[in-house]
């Protein structure tokens, strides 16, 4: 009787523990690049390579790579 009551018991904690993941942790900050003071910084002043290019089409699915800009969106 006490195997199957701790196995109900654990399974009740861990079922409460991602319950509180779930609905008591905040949602990650939302980043435009990498953090401030990283030494991976985007220039806007300098185009994109062939190699980027070529990885932010695949990123984004389309074939136009005069729309890619470092630091963000056309618009």
Do not use: N, S, W
């Amino acid at each position: 009787m006490r195997k199957p009551l701790r196995g109900l018991l654990r399974f009740l904690m861990d079922a409460l523990i991602a319950y509180g993941e779930v609905y008591m942790c905040p949602p990650p900050p939302e980043l435009a690049g990498p953090a401030p003071g990283h030494p991976e910084q985007l220039r806007p002043d300098v185009p994109l390579t062939e190699t980027e290019h070529a990885l932010a089409r695949q990123l984004t699915g389309d074939r136009r790579p005069e729309e890619h800009r470092r630091g963000g969106r056309r618009g």
